[in-house]
């Protein structure tokens, strides 16, 4: 559709005259908008890296609380194996072991009053009942209903209690249970130790942790044995995310991210005990001064981004409108004259910047290609006018002449089917092309691919290229020299097999095609009574249409097809 009436081109000083759809607010706005655009994947760079320093960040940080864990865990096994050695060299002492009342307490007191970790120590029989205490005339206690107690009996080895309340005293405690067995390895006495949590906490308290660190131990129910900083009241209770102790139960070691008793949101490293696997160690750290370094320089570089872009948003303002808006004017009254059927038109933009002026020379090229193009097109029209006749031509000879040498409707439809998808291969080939040029030996396999097995089809010759005439008459000769063989010759038996050789031959002239056509192995042939359309075509459709020559000659070992064609005829050597 015209922008202007043909006989009506605009004049050179519109070009300089203000159009509205490109005013400079308009330009100025839409490169503006290109360089926020811009902005856009920056600014996702940034947002993506920042996402990637974090993500190593938080890795770093879980794998700085886990060793921070080991080491509390490390510190707890080596306060438990400390106790454990206490309790087995006091299964050692005869007195211990015989349960003698009077000797037993008086040790027990003696020991509990060195090692002031300690908080209790007893000895009980299998049967429970605590016969000997450190705990001066204290009244008698029987812990064989105690889970603690009956794990020990069954595992005959070290058991470490969840977090119990003292019968005596009242208060919460962590029990160390050691069996001692006699020589047949039955439990001869059991030794009970007894901890404080606020003993362990201060244990675990020298380990070099950072100040704000948070270190705790918990027990196989979920519930705080020790805590660092030592809160009483905390001691006892679960954590106070109670997802924390579901996501590491079962685990030896690892880290997560949770809420603590503060609200405040922490990594957590935690490691099972070696020695009282019951037992889970625990580190926090507070998240947000983690990260509070690489939130800063998040933030300068969003910064430094962010005026980099303002100040190029105002530089695009001003290119926009005074370096950019006249050389478009001027191409917009080009293209204006082309839309309106101006073929000869040429962009007159005399611009500094070599982006519009490379623009103004493919609005040349343009027009000089479009004018080429409607060229073009009527010349295709025309050729695809002739090939049509041509072909139309070509189908109603091979109808009138299958015709005439069919018996009945069944041989005529069976020839003229095999002779129309010989011509639908060829053109298949031709089309490929672009009705140019076609492969000899693509011509010959396309064409024999219906009667061709693993080994009855042997080619040998040079890359010919077949122009469009030669490519459809052979594609017919070829055909027509492979349903007789179907029906008579090599093609019929299994041991036949077809030999197809061809050669390009000099001359002075022009240089000529030789192909060969043998066959070998079939039945005996005979000279043919009467001379059928087949040979008709293959003969006649050569020397009118290639200006070549066919001879076929029936020998008793097989047919023999001997075809020349000039190269200029339509084939050309590669």
Not at 305 to 322: E, I, M, Q
Not at 354 to 383: G, P, T, V, W
Not at 384 to 406: C, D, E, G, P, Y
Request: aromatic residues 6%; charged residues 25%; hydrophobic residues 45%.
């Amino acid at each position: 559709m015209s922008l202007a009436p043909a006989d009506r081109k605009p004049s050179a000083a519109s070009a300089d005259a203000p159009l509205r759809p490109f005013g400079l607010s308009k330009l100025s706005v839409r490169l503006l908008l290109l360089v926020l655009l811009a902005a856009v994947p920056v600014f996702a760079v940034e947002a993506y890296y920042e996402l990637q320093v974090r993500e190593q960040r938080r890795a770093e940080i879980g794998q700085q609380v886990q060793q921070m864990a080991d080491l509390v865990a490390g510190q707890l096994d080596r306060m438990i194996e400390g106790a454990q050695t206490v309790l087995v060299t006091l299964g050692h002492f005869p007195s211990i072991r015989a349960r003698v009342v009077e000797t037993c307490n008086d040790t027990l007191i003696r020991l509990a009053a060195r090692f002031a970790n300690l908080d209790t120590v007893g000895v009980a029989g299998p049967d429970g009942v605590v016969v000997c205490s450190s705990v001066p005339r204290s009244p008698p206690l029987n812990v064989a209903d105690r889970p603690y107690f009956r794990r020990a009996l069954e595992t005959r080895s070290l058991t470490v209690s969840d977090l119990l309340v003292g019968q005596l005293s009242g208060r919460k405690l962590l029990a160390l249970v050691q069996p001692i067995l006699d020589e047949r390895g039955a439990v001869e006495t059991v030794l009970i130790l007894t901890l404080d949590p606020k003993v362990i906490s201060d244990l675990l308290h020298r380990v070099p942790l950072p100040q704000d660190a948070i270190i705790g131990v918990l027990d196989r129910q979920g519930h705080r044995v020790a805590r660092v900083p030592y809160v009483p009241a905390a001691i006892g209770t679960p954590l106070t995310d109670p997802g924390l102790f579901e996501r590491l139960s079962g685990l030896r070691e690892g880290h997560l991210v949770g809420r603590g008793d503060d609200d405040v949101v922490r990594f957590y490293g935690f490691a099972q005990s070696a020695v009282a696997a019951d037992l889970i160690a625990y580190v926090g750290l507070a998240r947000d001064p983690m990260f509070a370094d690489a939130d800063r320089r998040f933030l300068r570089r969003l910064a430094l981004s962010a005026v980099a872009f303002v100040l190029a948003g105002l530089a695009a303002l001003w290119f926009g409108s005074y370096a950019v808006r006249r050389p478009i004017m001027k191409l917009r009254t080009a293209m204006q004259r082309v839309a309106a059927g101006d073929l000869s038109v040429r962009a007159e933009v005399a611009s500094g910047i070599e982006e519009l002026s490379e623009l103004a020379a493919s609005f040349d090229e343009m027009a000089r290609k479009r004018r080429h193009a409607e060229e073009q097109q009527r010349i295709l029209l025309r050729e695809l006018n002739h090939r049509m006749k041509n072909s139309f031509a070509a189908v109603r000879s091979i109808a009138a002449q299958t015709l005439s040498h069919a018996g009945d409707p069944e041989d005529f439809q069976r020839a003229f089917d095999g002779r129309l998808d010989a011509l639908s291969r060829a053109s298949t080939l031709l089309t490929a092309g672009n009705w140019q040029v076609t492969d000899l030996r693509s011509l010959i396999e396309a064409t024999l691919e219906p009667f061709r097995t693993e080994d009855n089809l042997r080619l040998r010759g040079p890359h010919v290229r077949l122009a469009s005439e030669a490519t459809l008459t052979l594609g017919l000769v070829l055909h027509e020299l492979a349903t007789n063989a179907a029906k008579y010759g090599a093609f019929s038996v299994a041991e036949g097999r077809v030999e197809i050789v061809w050669a390009v031959q000099s001359e002075a002239d022009s240089p000529r095609l030789i192909l060969d056509w043998t066959e070998h192995g079939g039945p005996p042939v005979q000279e043919p009574v009467r001379r059928g359309f087949g040979r008709s075509l293959i003969e006649r459709s050569v020397a009118y249409e290639l200006d070549g020559s066919a001879e076929l000659t029936f020998a008793p070992a097989g047919v023999r097809c001997h075809i020349e064609v000039p190269l200029g005829a339509g084939a050309a050597e590669a």
